[in-house]
């Protein structure tokens, strides 16, 4: 694909590595916070996962949108979410963004064109695309990015929203998280085919990345959505690994000791800690971002232990847009 | 999409679809369902469902300048129904109820196609002098509560009518609100006609006795004055 940057530069691997420790940061909290009953509901963690998050979201303009899966904390946090305004919708606040009616599964930041986590499996495709539509209609020159896991695969809506995309020239990137598994299913189990098959199927621009190098992830997004801002839809495979269960409390009885074992060696940001080091960057400096982010996060725990519960007239009032011009359109 | 304002008022979806329904073209199961009670149940929809030629251009135009998700609901039998559209037709508003009949004696509440089947019992209810007066609901979510339980105040009786099965429907809800609301103006229980509770048949013969017909809208006014 041309003469493009086969490496980043130290700076930018710093830059990636922080958000990767945010986002880990945060899901060490959330799942100690959900063991102590503080979060409702339930929640799946992206661990193993960060390398994607910030890989992707680092190829994106400000007009970009978004919208992500149940597993999705990572995606919203390396877009740039507030931490303070994501625990506080996760642990049901007030100030939570979306005032704590989302919660983890529905967490969405407008005002960063994150469209919603989604609760449904393969639901961001389509919501994606109708973005992606939006992006092409208004000329906004933006890209409309779907995360989605390889539960998805053996979705029609995915199969359908390839097509509209590929038919339509969307500026589109399918964004897979390929971990092996879906819920409590190993992919072979449930997809007969492959996603860059399904791809190839309708035309559309392809690529597999190890979804754990940090590095590669980002240089392989900045041509997937180089591509979908000027041709047309992408799909990128990221294959990564699910380190926790399928949500918290999983006890994963479905997978086997030496497959588990085998997780740590490709553990996102232990190799991006390589490769820093590599870089020139002292182990220190690493030691020291990691400690920045665990103390943001007790920050943002902090405040939204503090923060108000939400107000139910006001969850009532907003089940049809207020008067206001920002919604006339 | 219909969540959409409640993620913290941060956003709208303003999309209109619009959903043809209903049977009459014997056309099946699968192509003459009405399914406005689904939509209607779901928080953050709206649901129009028009009956007249007018309301066929004023509420597709409310629903388009509404900042929120509207369905369209219009009835495939109209869709050959002519008439004049004044140059400057009536603004609809969505939620706003209109009588489509004066009467004194009793209140059909309809929408839709059903409006004319109702129209037609009316005129028969007034060989039998009975005076009926039929509420044109236009709006199924949000319905104006206000327009039929004052209609009701006035004749103390009522009968919902639509073309959708009856069980769970949108007259079930109708006529919850008036039981609930109106109960002291009631001279009569609340009267319901709907399909019955099976799929849309297909031969003429079925079909016919499927769909309701005004004969059926008599009967139940009538039931309600005895």
Redesign the interface.
């Known amino acids: 694909m041309g003469s493009k940057a086969e490496t980043l530069s130290a700076g930018e691997l710093v830059t990636l590595h922080e958000t990767m420790l945010r986002v880990r940061a945060s899901e060490a909290a959330l799942a100690k916070l959900f063991a102590d009953g503080e979060i409702p509901g339930f929640i799946h963690l992206s661990f193993g996962q960060e390398a994607v998050a910030a890989g992707v979201c680092s190829a994106l303009d400000r007009q970009d949108t978004l919208a992500t899966t149940h597993r999705g904390h990572g995606h919203v946090l390396a877009r740039g979410m507030d931490l303070h305004s994501f625990f506080k919708e996760l642990m049901g606040r007030a100030g939570?963004?979306?005032?704590g009616?989302?919660g983890s599964m529905?967490v969405?930041?407008?005002?960063l064109g994150i469209l919603?986590a989604n609760g449904i499996v393969g639901a961001s495709v389509p919501l994606a695309l109708g973005s992606a539509l939006a992006h092409q209609t208004r000329k906004t020159g933006g890209v409309a990015v779907a995360f989605f896991g390889d539960g998805a695969m053996a979705e029609g809506a995915l199969h359908e929203a390839l097509n509209m995309a590929a038919l339509w020239s969307l500026p589109m990137v399918f964004a897979c998280e390929n971990n092996g598994w879906s819920e409590f299913s190993p992919t072979a189990r449930q997809f007969k085919g492959t996603l860059t098959g399904l791809a190839a199927t309708f035309g559309i621009a392809h690529r597999s990345v190890d979804g754990n190098d940090v590095e590669a992830t980002a240089l392989a997004a900045r041509d997937a959505v180089a591509h979908a801002r000027s041709e047309g839809p992408f799909v990128l495979e990221c294959l990564t690994t699910r380190v926790r269960g399928h949500y918290e409390g999983d006890a994963q009885k479905y997978r086997s000791d030496e497959e588990r074992k085998a997780l740590e060696a490709r553990d996102p940001i232990a190799i991006a800690s390589a490769k820093l080091r590599a870089a020139g960057v002292a182990q220190e400096v690493i030691d020291e971002m990691a400690e920045k982010a665990g103390k943001s996060v007790a920050d943002a725990v902090a405040a939204a232990r503090d923060d108000a519960l939400p107000d139910f007239e006001a969850?009532l009032a907003?089940?049809?847009?207020?008067a206001g011009p920002e919604?006339?359109? | 999409m219909p969540?959409?304002?409640?993620?913290?008022?941060?956003?709208?979806v303003?999309m209109v679809v619009r959903l043809p329904h209903g049977g009459g073209l014997n056309a099946g199961p699968q192509h003459s369902q009405c399914l406005e009670a689904w939509f209607a149940h779901i928080?953050?929809l709206?649901v129009v469902c028009p009956a007249t030629v007018e309301d066929a251009y004023s509420l597709l135009r409310a629903a388009i300048d509404d900042?929120?998700p509207v369905i369209v609901v219009e009835h495939k039998g109209l869709y050959a129904t002519a008439g004049d559209l004044p140059d400057q037709p009536s603004p609809a508003r969505i939620g706003e109820a209109r009588i489509a009949r004066d009467g004194s004696d009793v209140t059909l509440v309809t929408y839709g196609a059903a409006l004319a089947t109702c129209i037609e019992a009316a005129g028969q209810l007034q060989e039998r002098g009975v005076s009926a007066e039929v509420v044109d609901l236009r709006s199924l979510q949000p319905w104006d509560k206000a327009a039929v339980l004052s209609s009701v105040a006035k004749t103390h009786r009522a009968v919902v009518v639509h073309e959708a099965v009856r069980n769970f429907g949108v007259g079930a809800e109708i006529a919850a609100i008036i039981g609930e609301e109106g109960f002291d103006d009631l001279d009569a229980p609340v009267g319901r006609v709907g399909a019955p509770f099976m799929p849309s048949p297909f031969a003429r013969s079925l079909e016919a006795r499927f769909i309701p017909d005004a004969a059926r809208v008599v009967n139940a006014a009538l039931k309600t004055l005895e």
């Open positions: 939570g963004k979306c005032g009616r989302s529905h969405a930041d407008m005002s919603g969850a907003d089940v049809y847009t207020r919604h006339a359109r | 969540e959409s304002p409640y993620i913290g008022g941060q956003a709208s303003p928080p953050g709206k900042p929120d």
